[in-house]
């Protein structure tokens, strides 16, 4: 499996533009996740999917941010519109069901929003 | 909530030191503990677990032992190398079905030749 694919690796967008980050976890995973991290805040967790339905939502951090998960092997993240402060490295991570089992990473995505 | 603390960073050593990196957890119940490695560029990978206390995870030299009683799972190795230099996460991951996880801040580890 080539393990958690994301896309872009880098993106630079002017500020008020639409960005769109994209994931394809492992196939067969149950869990996916998106994390973002800063220097200031670390590893934040935004939201999760189980099932391609979304759980938890609680870590985006405005209505500007939104994640779908369409089917099992595609999840994006979309920032809508965009601000300096959303600079970041978004992280997309997967799982499978049972317990105790480690979360995969992808490679993660460095947005800079100028 | 849940949190972990890591020892503050960035840690520079040399070649074959002896490397400790704390991490203390507060959590409700008995979360599974996590260190993972991010390499420059790259994402995080699991560099090894604990499930349960006393347990003691290890791997490529790490070794971490999951202590209830102080909350701690202190990440060790016996002699670094310059392929070590990474930064280091400790994480925990609460009971619930989603496992999800919570990271300390991270720790940046140089090792000079």
């Known amino acids: 499996d080539a393990g958690v694919i994301q896309s872009p690796r880098h993106e630079v967008t002017e500020m008020g533009q639409e960005v769109t980050l994209r994931c394809k976890p492992i196939s067969g ?9 800063t220097m200031m805040r670390g590893l934040e967790l935004l939201i999760y999917f189980n ?22 092997s595609f ?17 997309c991570a997967s799982r499978v069901r049972q317990g105790n089992t480690e979360a995969f990473f992808g490679q993660g995505t460095r947005l800079t929003v100028v | 909530g849940d949190s972990v603390t890591q020892m503050e960073g960035p840690v520079t050593l040399s070649e074959e030191a002896f ?15 996590f260190w993972y490695v991010q390499y420059p560029g790259e994402g995080l990978q699991l560099l090894l677990k604990a499930t349960k206390a ?12 999951y202590r209830k009683e102080t909350t701690s799972f202190h990440l060790e ?22 496992q999800k996880l919570v990271f300390g801040q991270g720790t940046r580890l140089t090792i000079n030749p």
């Open chain 1, 29 to 37: 995973h149950d869990y996916l996740f998106w994390y973002r991290q």
């Open chain 1, 51 to 72: 099932n391609n339905v979304p759980i938890d939502d609680s870590g985006m951090p405005e209505d500007r941010f939104s994640a779908k998960m369409p089917n099992a």
């Open chain 1, 75 to 91: 999840s994006t993240l979309k920032i809508q519109p965009s601000e300096p402060r959303d600079s970041a490295v978004y992280f």
């Open chain 2, 19 to 33: 490397l400790t990196i704390n991490c203390t957890y507060t959590a409700t119940g008995y979360p599974s503990l």
């Open chain 2, 54 to 65: 006393d347990d003691k995870g290890s791997n490529k030299g790490f070794e971490a032992t």
């Open chain 2, 77 to 98: 190795k016996g002699s670094v190398q310059v392929s070590d230099s990474a930064v280091y996460f400790c994480a925990l991951s609460d009971r619930g079905g989603a």
